[in-house]
């Protein structure tokens, strides 16, 4: 899936993915690592590097639903993941 960088990227190698960047998502069998391309490389980065993080006051409502968004917004179970196989926001931050 295609996507924004929501803050810069610094990744270990020096390479800088500047804010607002378009950058292709997959997803891993990991819940806190994606894989990225720019500018026709991939990189294994945080999932928390792409996409911002929900508030602490949106995090409490989840626990108390049925269910959370995943990393693109979708809404899942808990412990579940979307069609893009991105994982919700609670196996993210660790919460599950």
Do not use: Q
């Not at 607002?20 to 928390?48: G, H, M, P, Q």
């Amino acid at each position: 899936m295609k996507t924004y960088t929501h803050k810069e990227i610094k990744l270990k190698n020096g390479v800088v993915i500047p804010k607002d960047t378009e950058i292709e998502v997959s997803f891993l069998k990991s819940d806190t690592a994606c894989e990225i391309t720019y500018d026709d490389n991939k990189y294994i980065v945080r999932i928390t590097s792409v996409f911002e993080k929900p508030d602490m006051e949106t995090i409490e409502d989840w626990v108390n639903d049925s269910g959370c968004e995943s990393v693109t917004g979708e809404w899942v179970e808990h412990d579940g993941r979307d069609k893009y196989n991105a994982p919700s926001w609670m196996m993210v931050l660790g919460i599950i």
